[in-house]
């Protein structure tokens, strides 16, 4: 029987990991299929790199080989693995600020948070974007290094987008998503712009993997939920979302090409807080999964 069989009415729903050192993975049940080997079938590359995530930009060609390698793949305990970002070189991340109405007014009343910055509505202020390099998945930990600061997480929907998006409608947006993931979008409360306090070196923790598109029919109507060492501190829904993913994609799209492998994080609703070295996040979004992230303090150079 093909691994790949499953109750989804023929279309093969699939969980893409990266794990290890830069392996390729298919998550099934609590295990992980090694399919590396698919990786063979990308294109080679010289000097200049194109500035877009090649597993993203060929996963139509490339799945049917994922398929075929997963047959007779190794399988990995997944509670043995060390889990990375499933994206591994996304051209940009962009990121929706205060898109929860309940985040916006806990943003204007808690002055720790706010720091005399005005707090306008998302169809104010707009996008803004996270450097590449404060991407991590979720083994690797967020690393503290403002310490004396206040480190607070957000948990957001993480789109994946699958081809080269310009100046969509939102009818077609879900059209150009290749699947969505947990994303943290980690920030020091402060007074600096916001792409500062959210770009650190691990700042950005995307996983526990992608899932297709396929399984995800109508993504503004998903749970999320994020706990610190157990106890709840977000528990909401996208329906809330100010404005939806396929909206978001539309607007970021009228501004910059959305390329494969861009990642859209969609915003944090309320119940964004404080963590410290030693705490552990534990996020978990409806139909894509549970991920536990470890918070420690940067090592000292
Ligand atoms: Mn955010």
Known sequence: MSRFDNSSG???????????????????????????????????????????DQVIANLGTLRPRIEAVAETAEAF?????????????????????????????????????????????????????KATSSLEGPSKGVEIRHPERRNDHEIELAVIISKAADRISAEEALDYVAGYAI????????PEERSLRKSLDTFTVLGPWLVTADEIPDPNAISLKLSVNGETRQDANTRDLVIGVADLIAYA?????LMPGDILLTGTPEGV???????????TIEHVGTMDVQVRAAQAR
């Not at 404080?274 to 996020?283: C, H, L, R, S, T």
């Open 10 to 52: 023929g279309k093969s729903i699939m969980r893409l990991c990266r794990f290890g050192e830069g392996r390729l993975g298919v998550v099934r049940g609590a295990e992980v299929l090694d399919v590396t080997d698919a990786l063979d079938d990308l294109p080679s590359y010289r000097y200049p790199l194109p500035s877009v």
């Open 77 to 129: 305990p997944l509670s043995g693995i060390s889990l990375l970002s499933p994206v591994a070189n996304p051209g940009k991340i962009v990121a929706a600020p205060v898109n929860y109405k309940k985040h916006l007014e806990e943003a204007r009343t808690d002055p720790e948070i706010h720091h005399q910055n005005q707090i306008a509505e998302i169809q104010k202020v707009g996008l803004f974007l």
């Open 183 to 190: 994303g943290l979008d980690m920030t020091i409360r402060g």
């Open 253 to 257: 799209s009228s501004f910059y090409t």
């Open 273 to 283: 807080g404080p963590v410290v070295p030693g705490d552990v996040i534990n996020a």
